[in-house]
T-cell receptor, first 118, second 115 residues
Framework: KAGVTQTPRYLIKTRGQQVTLSCSPISGHRSVSWYQQTPGQGLQFLFEYFSETQRNKGNFPGRFSGRQFSNSRSEMNVSTLELGDSALYLCASSLASIRDMERYNEQFFGPGTRLTVL | SQKIEQNSEALNIQEGKTATLTCNYTNYSPAYLQWYRQDPGRGPVFLLL?????KEKRKERLKVTFDTTLKQSLFHITASQPADSATYLC??????????????FGRGTQLTVWP
């Protein structure tokens, strides 16, 4: 089974620009979560989508947004980029099934998109 | 909000010894706790999950304990090998009604196993 894929892997942007990152979850996974990882803050939760609906949201400004499509693929958008947005952006998918407590929220991470804002 | 602390940023041990990593949390009792491994330049990889009503979980050389009274989880790697060198993250989630809540991650402990 193919893993989580993220595109692009690397991105360089300048302040004020916007960016869209893409994530394709594992087939059959309906939940997609996005995280920002920086050396100073660690792994910070951005939001989670389940069946095209945002189910959870972290403490990030409105410049960070996302969506999920009917095939569970997800995109994340950051508008008006700031220098502090430079980070590794990770996408994770999961079955998110309550029936099987052992596996229901195990997160499968993609390789990430390394965003550099100049 | 949930606060998670992992005992130290870095842990260095000799090959063959047992590595013990600590994860402490405050504010809420999690529904369950997970441990992940992350290698440089890669996304985290799931290792183990332990539920709030479980005391201990094992998988090969890995063992996780969960003490909800102390609000602490311990992650052990026995007979450690240089290939175990990586950053280990703990993550927890609490129930939010009937839906799944978000995952809170610790900042990780970088483990180095030297020969």
């Amino acid at each position: 089974k193919a893993g989580v894929t993220q595109t692009p892997r690397y991105l360089i942007k300048t302040r004020g620009q916007q960016v869209t990152l893409s994530c394709s979850p594992i087939s059959g996974h309906r939940s997609v979560s996005w995280y920002q990882q920086t050396p100073g803050q660690g792994l910070q939760f951005l939001f989670e989508y389940f069946s095209e609906t945002q189910r959870n949201k972290g403490n990030f400004p409105g410049r960070f947004s996302g969506r999920q499509f009917s095939n569970s693929r997800s995109e994340m958008n950051v508008s008006t980029l700031e220098l502090g947005d430079s980070a590794l952006y990770l996408c994770a998918s999961s079955l998110a099934s309550i029936r099987d407590m052992e596996r229901y929220n195990e997160q499968f991470f993609g390789p990430g998109t390394r965003l550099t804002v100049l | 909000s949930q606060k998670i602390e992992q005992n130290s940023e870095a842990l260095n041990i000799q090959e063959g010894k047992t590595a013990t990593l600590t994860c402490n949390y405050t504010n809420y009792s999690p529904a369950y706790l997970q441990w992940y491994r992350q290698d440089p330049g890669r996304g985290p990889v799931f290792l183990l999950l332990i539920r709030e009503n479980e005391k201990e979980k094992r998988k090969e050389r890995l063992k996780v304990t969960f003490d909800t009274t102390l609000k602490q989880s311990l992650f052990h790697i026995t007979a450690s090998q240089p290939a175990d060198s990586a950053t280990y993250l703990c993550a927890l989630e609490r129930y939010r009604g009937s839906t799944l809540g978000r995952l809170y991650f610790g900042r990780g402990t970088q483990l180095t196993v030297w020969p």
